[in-house]
């Protein structure tokens, strides 16, 4: 029996809250899990966030402060805290992913990238630094869990080296770029799509959000893990948006050149976290599903290494291990 399940039940009964039918909705790299109820016309989404694994007060915080921005995010309806269950209103079954193609790709990212340039537009909300500790400890995740769990390879002191001096590059690009919030999984298995409004996406799974660089999003968008485009379509969107930031004042003084290599550099950093993320999730939680999506996110990076020259020695140590 799903314990949780009957849980959640018993809650909705005590709360009044009446329906027809309820089903999974979605589950994420996390212990929440999501269902849907319907009730005639209507339906709703439950989160199921065991509360000694996970906090729901970050995500009631945050889509407060994302709901007061303008963005479409979900609404709380009822919470409870103890038991970790909250009643939110349904953004749709439709995810980007399953909608993106090359026919609806520019109109899809354009809206995604809109969105995103409203939020960067706000004041900075009081959310956590995506500091020089932070931006380590994810670069960790490479060696730690891809190389060391997932591929069973332990480096040599000058393979560390080289591994560190990487890292300190990374962390420079992403801590000297202007600071915004940062949604921090920005990507089309966490954007919905929005038939009443097709200017703004319905946007999720926000709760990790920081104040970090520029790029991240964006960057978690056009070189998502989970769909690949070609580099010259990458750029013209990169393009896009950055005359819309350099216009509405949220960069100054920057070129396009470096904003370019601000974004390539971001990703090479998301990505490495990523490929250790992945195999974190199959080698601590059980979770196998994502490692198909480790050589797409590995091309990324091997994609970046061969663009920029003082990446060369990573480049020969991946090529070489891997």
């Known amino acids: 029996m799903d314990q ?16 027809q039918d309820i089903a999974p909705a979605s589950a994420d790299a996390s212990f929440r899990r999501y269902f849907r109820i319907t009730n005639n016309e209507s339906s709703y989404i439950i989160m199921d966030a065991p509360p000694e694994k996970e906090d729901c007060k970050p995500f009631i915080r945050i889509a407060t402060i994302l709901f007061d921005f303008g963005l479409n995010v979900p609404q709380i309806l009822k919470q409870d805290l103890e038991q970790g269950f909250l009643l939110l209103n349904d953004l749709g079954k439709t995810v980007f992913l399953s909608e993106l193609n090359n026919d609806t790709v520019d109109d899809m990212y354009v809206s995604a990238m809109n969105a995103l340039l409203h939020l960067q537009k706000h004041k900075k909300p009081d959310l956590p630094a995506y500091d020089e500790s932070l931006l380590h400890n994810e670069l960790d995740l490479f060696p730690d869990w891809y190389l060391a769990k997932q591929l069973d390879i332990t480096l040599s002191a000058e393979q560390k080296k080289i591994l560190e001096q990487t890292f300190e590059v990374l962390i ?34 926000f709760q990790d959000a920081v104040i ?41 003084d920057v070129s396009f050149d470096a904003f370019l290599r601000w974004f390539d550099l ?21 979770k196998t599903g994502y490692l198909k999506d480790i050589p797409r996110t590995m091309d990324y990076v091997f994609d970046v290494l061969e663009r920029y020259p003082e990446f060369k020695p990573l ?6 291990i891997l």
């Not at 949780?4 to 329906?19: A, F, P």
């Not at 480049?315 to 070489?320: E, F, G, I, M, V």
Request: glycine share 6%; proline share 3%; with cysteine.
């Open 315 to 320: 480049q020969k140590l991946l090529s070489d």
């Open 212 to 252: 970090g660089a520029i790029t991240y999003d964006l960057v978690s968008l056009l070189k998502d893990c989970y769909i690949c485009w070609p580099r010259k379509k990458v750029e013209s969107w990169v393009k896009y948006f950055y005359t819309e930031a350099d216009s509405s004042g949220i960069i100054n």
């Open 4 to 19: 949780r399940l009957e849980q959640l039940k018993v809650w909705l009964n005590d709360s009044g809250i009446t329906y």
């Open 172 to 205: 420079k690009n992403a801590l000297v770029q202007p600071q915004v919030c940062v949604h921090r999984d920005f990507h089309s298995r966490n954007l919905m799509v929005n038939k009443d409004n097709p200017d703004y996406p319905g946007v999720i799974d």
């Open 266 to 286: 971001m990703g090479l950093q998301r990505h490495l976290k990523v490929a250790g993320i992945f195999s974190r999730l199959k080698h601590r939680d059980g």
